[in-house]
């Protein structure tokens, strides 16, 4: 199955209480059922979600043909996506690099040890 690997970045308000909250709420125990319905319905295949102070940086395999377009219109009619989506705004910010007041940034790839054939 061919796949693409999308990673984001977004942060976390920079208060350990908070941060800690929003730990909690994706141990798996904790996550909504319906938000990993909507993430595999949308072609979403792994994600991992990393943390570093207050810095998240999160990795995405999806289908080949997966959209964010998609995906965005998805959870913008999806009541209880939105639901969480409003949760968890009150532990993120906005990174003060974003131009257009989102919240996880798509980040550009600039380096691929495979593309460089060195271990083939």
Same mark, same amino acid.
């Given at each position: 199955?061919?796949?693409?690997?999308?990673?984001?970045?977004?942060?976390?308000?920079?208060?350990?209480?908070?941060?800690?909250?929003?730990?909690?709420?994706?141990?798996?125990?904790?996550?909504?059922?319906?938000?990993?319905? +909507?993430?595999?319905?949308?072609?979403?295949?792994?994600?991992?979600?990393? $943390?570093?102070?207050?810095?998240?940086?999160?990795?995405?395999?999806?289908?080949?043909?997966? +959209? $964010?377009?998609?995906?965005?219109?998805?959870?913008?009619?999806? +009541?209880?996506?939105?639901?969480?989506? +409003?949760?968890?705004?009150?532990?993120?910010?906005?990174?003060?690099?974003?131009?257009?007041?989102?919240?996880?940034?798509?980040?550009?790839?600039?380096?691929? $040890?495979?593309?460089?054939?060195?271990?083939?």
């Amino acid at each position: 199955m061919a796949m693409k690997r999308l990673c984001f970045t977004c942060d976390l308000k920079n208060n350990p209480e908070l941060i800690e909250k929003y730990k909690e709420y994706h141990h798996r125990s904790n996550t909504w059922p319906e938000i990993t319905k +909507s993430i595999r319905e949308a072609g979403v295949l792994q994600m991992e979600i990393f $943390l570093a102070g207050n810095r998240l940086f999160m990795i995405m395999d999806t289908k080949d043909d997966f +959209s $964010l377009e998609r995906k965005e219109l998805m959870d913008a009619e999806n +009541s209880i996506v939105q639901r969480w989506e +409003s949760l968890m705004g009150k532990y993120q910010q906005t990174p003060e690099f974003t131009r257009n007041g989102e919240k996880w940034v798509l980040m550009e790839k600039i380096y691929d $040890l495979e593309e460089l054939g060195v271990l083939k």
